[in-house]
């Protein structure tokens, strides 16, 4: 895509086209590359640079606290990870000011919330691969973050913002300068500080977010029809397709607690009663039943509470200075660092007794209904399946201190040679506390409670013969999980019964560049350019967990751990939600590229410009050895309207430290156990494997740019691209796992990754594990077209961001089906949409400092579903969406300042987000949250000022 030629619009400058390391404007290079103003981004979207880049079509599935669902804490949900082409956030490369910027996640991501806002000067993206020219990590392009390095003077803004129903409530201030100083003003100084607050929104208050709804299948007790597999009637299945029901719930607990086994044999008279707030007794309500397993439309199963996080209160917070000198016309030395906190809080899932971990309630238990405890027998005890119960749920802080310092020296010898050499260091470190969750090992011994020698209800551990049992428990305090009551009445032991798991990572990064560009020689066509250097890196990654579930994985450790309690499921790790595994490991990368562009032909018939680029990169990792990156492209100039060109690469994403080295994290996700036929919550594990290797992927480029001289102003621009990969890093998903060991007969290797209490019992453990197995391939076309004349005695401008995804397919391991997921989209755990058609439309108008920015933003229609077994959604639908965002401002200059105010409107005409339930009561809220805006109309007015 063109680059902005205007250089009064972009501040000045060459612009350095990040698809390559020759410098080249938009309209020449080879790679489609996007130049988007920080202007005209600040007036879309005044949250702050990243958010506007997410309403371009370019980019796709990126998430952040307000697209990205807060139910689990296993990894960092702080930052706002940009997602280009919805290839994922670890294959976009992130640069600031051509220098890759050091993870700030310990998965390996970059959150582009640490960028100096009021310090940028233009963003590019390139949306083609770019491996060849900047390294591992740029399969689906490169986003460079570009800073205005001649800023002089002092420039600042301080806005707030609230949305119509008076929640998100948010404001942002910061300053930032640039000054001279120095004989002969040789040196440069830049120094910025922002910092934003989001106060965030609960579920319960959005309309959408309290219905319950769920998607659950449509025909009860199915029969398939005859000659046809049973599957045909899994939820989503043929003959089961799944459809829309109010007050989705679980029927395999209740909110005070539900009877669902006994393990005294024979007829047990409370069998499927549930237990009153006060602690009654009265039958099971299950509603009205649905296709899938557990799941009903009402009654008195458990719904998720709504009273949870959708879009987490978020504090952030950046520094950033530069120094530079000119020690002489060919000389330069510069120092620049920056430093961010990010600190997030959110209510998470309540603490709950479900699924395979079922409270066991003994008899004699002092809580329990006389009735109850009559009808035991001795040593006996009755399972209980109970979600929320009255208690506080889980809160979680997450806070992520980064800090990145690059010194360097740049020049130039010749007429047309530059140099740099570089040095950064980038260290970021995380901090996870999710308190008042359940910890097993308490919660089971305050469960357990009997009454003393003196009547005293006890918990039965301080009862124990051995007196190391007795000591470690000393402090229990007994827990009826009987009704809200229960635990109202028990406050002590809900304390005690639940702590707090914490992780703290680690990741660092200290990379070398040295880099030399320029003309070897002259050919009848032009100069022959090239660009060769090389560069180090070195990661190192450190978490530390007290909730380590390698800890946990043989019998040994559990009994030891778990000793002197009754009725412990196998499936009990330390905490109730988040059990996160340490992690340690580093890597090593050395690399070398080279790059030339050769012009072949200029000035003759047909053949106004014609040149050829190539670039090589060989890269070496100490973890899987060598890999080969490479790009061929090209631009044909027919006549000085047209532009056209294209580009093949090779292209690589090393796996991150995280993928490598990451210890056991535990989960717990509802799955459809096709041996059991039935469906409910099963813990999950997953680790890293130090045997991944880079992937490979193939990316294709072919188009143009028009900018007809008929029409002053006016530049269009269309590019095709294809990305293919291979030996794409994947993890089957637990359903996948059971569903592939069913239909072997029990012989595919995923068989291994179950464990079952019995070979027909629903599955107590399934374990997780990334490999090089997967494939993808996505292809479209972007459009991007911009005209800027005069109107009114004003200035217009109008620029257009239109895109294609023509295919998304993948294939999650060799032999699988391949899966064409373009134009669908599924509200699941991470809900993905995935339309055919995405478009922004900006159109400014300014005169005399009024200035008005309109902003339309289109999202395609849908399918629901996928193509996949299971993904059945009877023909529900998408329709497109529209949103449309205002912004009005007036400028007041007097000599060299100017003070702007300004009032934005974002969603204007409080458009709701489309209704796309889950498959998942209450899991989230049930629309495309990475896709749609969920807030609804909102305001920020704010002062901009600059002298």
């Known amino acids: 895509m063109p680059a902005e030629t205007d250089e009064t619009a972009l501040g000045g400058g060459d612009i350095v086209v990040t698809g ?37 079509p370019q980019f796709s599935q990126s998430s952040s606290p307000s697209r990205s669902t807060q139910n689990f804490a296993n990894t960092a949900s702080i930052g706002n990870i940009l997602n280009l082409r919805g290839l994922g956030g670890n294959r976009t490369l992130i640069l600031l000011d051509g220098v890759r910027t050091p993870p700030t996640t310990f998965t390996g991501a970059v959150d582009v919330n640490i960028m100096p806002n009021l310090l940028l000067e233009r963003v590019d993206i390139v949306t083609g691969g770019a491996s ?14 570009v800073l205005n390095r001649k800023f002089e003077g002092i420039t600042g803004l301080a806005q707030t913002g609230i949305s119509q129903r008076g929640d998100n409530a948010n404001y942002r201030i910061g300053a930032a300068g640039g000054f001279r100083f120095g004989p002969e003003k040789a040196g440069h100084i830049l120094l910025s500080a922002e910092h934003s607050n989001n106060d965030g929104m609960l579920r319960n208050e959005r309309e959408i977010g309290r219905g319950g709804h769920i998607f659950a299948g449509s025909t009860r007790n199915c029969v398939p029809p005859t000659g046809q597999p049973a599957s045909v009637c899994n939820p989503g299945g043929s003959a089961n397709p799944y459809k829309v029901y109010p007050d ?42 649905t296709g899938s397993p557990i799941f009903s439309s009402g009654g008195d199963g458990y719904a998720i509470p709504n009273d949870v996080t ?127 969750v359940y910890d097993w090992q308490k919660a089971y011994a305050a469960i357990d409670a009997v009454r003393d020698g003196s009547g005293q209800i006890v918990c039965r551990p301080t009862l124990d013969p051995d007196p190391a049992i007795r000591a470690r428990f000393a402090d229990c305090r007994p827990l ?54 090389g560069e180090w890196r070195r990661q190192k990654l450190s978490l530390t967990s007290n909730a380590n579930p390698a800890l946990l994985d043989t019998e040994a450790e559990r009994n030891a751990w778990f000793a002197g309690l009754r009725g412990v499921s196998s499936s009990a790790l330390f905490f109730w939600l988040t059990n996160v595994g340490e992690a340690e490991g580093s890597v090593n990368v050395k690399e070398a590229f080279a790059e030339v562009n050769v012009p072949v032909l200029k000035d003759v018939p047909f053949f106004q410009s014609l040149e050829l680029n190539a670039a090589g990169r060989i890269t070496d990792y100490s973890t899987s050895g060598t890999v080969k990156t490479w790009k061929l492209g090209g631009t044909w100039r027919p006549v000085s309207d047209l532009l056209l060109r294209g580009t093949v ?35 999950q594990v997953q680790g890293g494997n130090p045997l991944l290797k880079p992937e490979v992927a193939k990316t294709w480029t072919v188009g143009g740019a028009f900018t007809p001289s008929f029409a002053p102003g006016l530049s269009l621009s269309v590019d095709y691209y294809r990305i293919k990969i291979d030996g794409a890093i994947g993890t089957l998903g637990a359903g996948q796992i059971v569903n592939n060991c069913q239909a072997s007969g029990g012989t595919a290797p995923e068989c291994a990754l179950i464990t079952r209490p ?33 109107l009114g005695g004003g200035t217009l401008s109008t620029r257009l961001y239109l895109a294609w995804l023509e295919r998304y397919r993948t294939q999650q391991f060799s032999g699988a089906p ?124 704010g002062v901009r000022f600059r002298f």
């Open 20 to 56: 390559s390391r020759i410098v080249r404007d938009g309209y020449t290079a080879p790679t489609p590359v996007t130049v988007a103003r920080m202007d005209d981004l600040m007036r879309s979207t005044p949250s702050s640079a990243p958010d506007a880049l997410n309403r371009l």
């Open 132 to 145: 060849a020219a900047y390294g591992s990590d740029a399969v689906a392009g490169v986003v460079n973050f």
């Open 248 to 289: 989705g719930r679980l029927t395999v607990a209740a909110d005070d607690g539900l009877i669902l086994g006994y393990s005294g044999g024979g007829d047990f008279a409370y069998l499927n009663h549930r237990f009153t707030r006060e602690g009654g007794l009265v039958p099971f309500n299950p509603g009205t039943p």
């Open 310 to 436: 959708t879009i987490a209160p978020l504090k952030t917070t950046q520094l950033f200075g530069r120094v530079s000198y000119d020690f002489s016309p060919s000389i330069t030395a510069y120092a620049q660092g920056n430093w961010s906190r990010s600190e997030l809080n959110y209510t998470s899932l309540a603490n709950s007794w479900t699924g395979t971990t079922n409270a066991p309630l003994y008899k004699d238990n002092p809580f329990l209904p006389s009735a109850v405890n009559d009808a035991m027998a001795d040593g006996s005890f009755i399972t209980v399946g109970m979600y929320n119960g009255g208690g506080a749920k889980p809160h979680t802080e997450e806070r992520t201190d980064f800090w990145m310092a690059t010194g360097g020296l740049e020049g130039s010898f010749g007429s047309d040679w530059k140099w740099n050499v570089a040095y950064t260091h980038g260290d970021s470190r995380h901090r996870m506390d999710q308190s008042g």
């Open 480 to 533: 009826n999980i009987i009704g809200q009551n229960g635990i109202l009445e028990t406050p002590d032991g809900y304390a005690y019964a639940t702590g707090t798991s914490s992780y703290r990572a680690n990741i660092r990064q200290d990379s070398a560049i040295a880099s030399l560009q320029g003309s070897l020689f002259e050919l009848p066509a032009g100069p022959v350019d090239i660009a060769v250097g």
């Open 649 to 683: 690469s090779r292209d690589i994403r090393a796996p991150t430290l995280f993928d490598l080295f990451a210890g056991d994290q535990s989960s717990i996700g509802l799955v459809y156990d096709p041996v059991t036929d039935t469906q409910g919550n099963v813990n």
């Open 758 to 790: 019995s070979p027909t019992s629903f599955p107590s453990l399934i374990r997780l594990a990334p490999a090089n197995i997967a494939a993808l391939e996505t292809s479209g076309i972007d459009i991007d077209a911009s005209y800027r004349t005069e």
């Open 818 to 941: 391949v899966y064409e997921f373009s134009g669908y989209s599924s509200s699941g755990n991470q809900p993905i949409g995935r339309p055919k058609w995405r478009g922004t439309l900006n159109v400014g108008w300014e005169k005399s400092g009024f200035g008005l920015f309109w902003t339309q933003q289109y999202i395609g229609g849908s399918d629901i579903g996928s193509p996949e077994a299971f993904n059945d959604f009877n023909g529900a639908r998408i329709k497109s969406v529209w949103y449309t965002d205002l912004t009005l401002s007036k400028k007041i200059r007097h000599g060299e300042a100017e003070l702007e105010t300004f009032l934005t409107i974002n969603n204007l005409f409080d458009k709701d987000p489309p209704l796309v339930p889950g498959t998942i009561p209450g899991l989230n809220l049930p629309t495309i949250i990475s896709l749609y805006d969920t807030v609804g109309r909102s305001f920020t007015a």
